[in-house]
């Protein structure tokens, strides 16, 4: 069995993942999607690609297409998620999983009633320390988790300004403040994809902003937000805590990165480096060379967030014409598309299904909820756990490695 998938989205962020699926083997072809023409033939003709579609509605109509991929407007992800499910297709959708409790919970049921799946593409979970601390907890070398620490660092003067531009269109500046907890998923599934644990409480702060661009101000944008940086303090289910800090205004070069205790062991990452700890000092680890892109394939970029796959990558599982191919996002855009693509096929569940990017996403939007209440020790609601257990393939893809 192979699969059609149709691309939704031609935009800035989708040509890296238009080549990946057109390569894989168990792709039999690629239908690009976007109701701008021109730059839908724009793209068409740069991947030579013949056949295209205008909206989702038509591509959801089309029987032929058997999956979508999603790389629309960060603020349209859970509804055309859902309906997409609900026409019969398998969805891969990029971050984040919805911005509301009602689209999420409307996600997860339309995944609950079908037998199509659900795929978040979450880069963190494929994260060298990510992927390095995943095999290290299961080995049990951590212990019982005690406290961890998950954040996105992104200030607006390190390109966000360009790609709100470009999301937002003329009206840029009402979607370029939204909460940043709205925007959780990369800090929360670092944690939560290590422990297996979930969020049961938070209490949030936020910071007002004040900056000149005006972009987090009440009456600027749709959301009536006003904070530029989000922190929140977390209460799990395994009996750890956890902080999570989402910050668009911050002086640091910027990065994704995690830290997580244990009463056995410990992972620290900071700017100056990566540690494997224990309570004995002459064992510490230091991690670098682990968990740095190796340049297969493509060059590490200059601000840290490098294309290729890390040596802790379990490389051999991707599909030979993967090789020599882009990568983003520290080596995971690779994974996501093979895990997407073979989950399909097999009928399996794969990592970051519905119900995982629910439980990434639910406690973002109620460390919000919390901030703007002061501080409030709220619940944070929770769908459940997935009907099935996620696959994740340990073996060459179709076509060799």
Request: net charge negative; glycine share 12%.
């Amino acid at each position: 069995m192979s699969l059609r998938v149709g691309v939704v989205g031609c935009g800035a962020f989708s040509p890296g993942f238009i080549i990946l699926f057109k390569a894989h083997p168990l792709v039999e072809s690629v239908v690009l999607c976007d109701h701008d023409a021109d730059k839908l033939a724009a793209a068409a003709e740069r991947h030579g690609i013949a056949e295209t579609r205008s909206s989702l509605e038509e591509l959801c109509a089309d029987a032929s297409v058997d999956a979508v991929a999603l790389f629309t407007q960060n603020w349209l992800h859970g509804p055309q998620a859902a309906a997409a499910l609900r026409a019969g297709k398998h969805v891969y959708s990029a971050v984040p999983t919805g911005i509301t409790v009602e689209e999420v919970t409307d996600l997860v049921e339309a995944a609950a009633g079908t037998d199509r799946l659900y795929m978040l593409g979450e880069t963190s979970y494929y994260y060298p320390g990510v992927v390095y601390c995943r095999g290290r907890f299961r080995a049990g070398d951590f212990g019982r988790p005690v406290y961890a620490e998950a954040e996105y660092l992104h200030d607006f003067s390190h390109g966000l300004y360009g790609v709100m531009k470009s999301r937002g269109g003329r009206e840029w500046k009402r979607f370029a403040g939204s909460p940043p907890m709205q925007y959780p998923t990369h800090s929360t599934s670092q944690v939560l994809s290590v422990t297996g644990a979930r969020m049961t409480h938070v209490s949030g702060h936020g910071f007002v902003d004040d900056h000149e661009d005006g972009l987090f101000r009440a009456g600027s944008n749709q959301w009536a937000n006003e904070f530029s940086n989000e922190t929140a303090f977390f209460r799990l289910s395994d009996g750890s805590a956890c902080r999570i800090a989402e910050m668009r205004r911050v002086g640091i070069p910027g990065g994704v990165r995690m830290s997580l205790y244990g009463t056995a062991g410990s992972f620290e990452q900071h700017a100056s480096g990566v540690r494997w700890l224990t309570a004995n000092r002459a064992e510490t680890e230091a991690l670098e060379e682990l968990l740095t892109g190796t340049g297969i394939p493509g060059p590490q970029a200059g601000d840290g967030v490098f294309e290729s796959v890390a040596p802790v990558h379990p490389v051999h599982r991707l599909p030979r014409q993967f090789r020599d191919l882009p990568n983003g996002h520290r080596g995971s855009h690779q994974f996501l598309v093979d895990d997407f693509v073979r989950a399909s096929v097999d009928g399996v569940l794969p990592p970051n299904n519905a119900w995982a990017a629910a439980r990434y996403m639910l406690p973002g939007l109620a460390a919000h909820e919390s901030a703007r209440r002061g501080g409030e020790l709220l619940e944070i609601t929770d769908l459940g756990d997935p009907p099935s257990t996620p696959v994740e393939y340990d073996e060459p893809a179709p076509g060799g490695a």
